[in-house]
């Protein structure tokens, strides 16, 4: 399927959204109104394709119903208390908002490791597979009453890439509070939307700002174009609009705004997920010659491993870095990290000599390794 445009959204399969803290919550009272525009959306998208749904804000709702300060994120006790009451309070909005339109509501909470494990993963993808056939539309979100790590440093745009790996959607639509990507900051003069982006590069990235405007959320535009990353090598098209206004996406097609990411074709389901998957264990820097390899598909070799850091264990995954720190992949290793530092720039007989038995072929083979 060709997603080139924002209009393109409407011939896909299934589509994944994404709605942010700031959309749903405004000084701790939820948008019912604003909601209730998007469920009439969802209700007509839904007329030509599934649609699952990737929401925050039970932080911030929880925080206003316990009195906690800075919207619940003063320190991770607060934010998993908060996350406690106010899932609750999400749920019912969205059961009610999709009732309201005859829409049976699903929820379903995961964490980063529900999506990082190749068992859990599928088991995350067939229950979704079973809540679409059953007509439902699932109701996805971080489970942060239980997160630690996630909450201070994971967000929904990923999520919601990863969601759409595990759905197998066409296309993720995520509700910001911008028009699309800019060339700079949008408050800067002579700020320049971009309407397509054909593959996330450096330059891309060297667009994004972190911050997150409204103090609500734990995403920023920089999370979103690595959320389009992870989408684009499955195979997916990703657009960001500005979801503040009702009826959010046909406000965004009216002015034709957004920008879309384009996916890549071609991509293998396995390589995706390796892409995809956020917490290495641990990373091996290369050289010079060995980051030249790689450019031309070779695997690395122990000879070419220069620093070796983390605890790791074989068919963990890891990062690999080049010799100026910057990060070219990650993948699976053959080798725990003892091992990998006792190898590391030694020749194919030298490791044998020093491991006592016959080295594999690679520290991380080609085949199970993605370049970033």
Request: hydrophobic share 50%; with cysteine.
């Amino acid at each position: 399927m060709d997603i080139a445009a924002l209009s393109d959204l409407r011939q896909a399969r299934r589509l994944v959204i994404k709605v942010g803290s700031a959309l749903l919550v405004d000084k701790g009272r939820a948008r019912t109104a604003w909601l209730a525009s998007l469920a009439a959306e969802i209700a007509e998208l839904r007329q030509t394709c599934e649609v699952l749904l990737v929401s925050s804000g039970a932080i911030a709702l929880g925080a206003a119903r316990l009195g906690l300060p800075h919207g619940g994120r003063g320190s991770l006790a607060d934010a998993q208390a908060a996350a406690s009451v106010g899932q609750v309070e999400l749920a019912r909005l969205w059961s009610d908002a999709l009732g309201a339109q005859d829409i049976t509501a699903a929820q379903m909470l995961v964490t980063l490791g529900d999506l990082e494990d190749r068992r859990r993963y599928l088991n995350v993808s067939a229950t979704l597979g079973r809540l679409l056939a059953a007509g439902a539309v699932p109701v996805v979100n971080e489970n942060d009453s239980v997160a630690t790590e996630e909450i201070r440093f994971g967000d929904n745009d990923r999520l919601a890439a990863r969601i759409a790996q595990a759905a197998g959607a066409d296309a993720v639509l995520l509700l910001s509070d911008v028009d699309g990507l800019f060339d700079r900051d949008p408050r800067e003069p002579g700020a320049r939307r971009i309407a397509r982006v054909d593959g996330v590069s450096p330059e891309i990235m060297a667009m994004a700002t972190a911050d997150s405007g409204s103090g609500l959320g734990s995403g920023g535009m920089r999370a979103k174009l690595q959320a389009a990353r992870i989408a684009e090598r499955a195979g997916i098209a990703l657009a960001i609009i500005n979801g503040t206004r009702p009826a959010p996406f046909a406000a965004a097609l009216a002015q034709d705004s957004g920008t879309v990411f384009v996916p890549q074709s071609g991509a293998s389901a396995r390589k995706a997920w390796l892409g995809g998957r956020l917490a290495p264990a641990g990373s091996v820097t290369v050289d010079q010659g060995c980051m030249a390899a790689l450019d031309n598909g070779a695997s690395v070799l122990a000879a070419g491993v220069t620093a070796v850091e983390g605890d790791f264990v074989r068919g963990d995954l890891i990062a690999v870095y080049g010799p100026g720190g910057e990060r070219l992949g990650q993948g699976l290793v053959e080798y725990a990290a003892a091992e990998c530092r006792a190898i590391m720039g030694l020749r194919e007989d030298q490791q044998a000599r020093t491991l006592g038995y016959a080295p594999r072929a690679a520290v991380v083979h080609r085949d199970h390794m993605v370049r970033l």
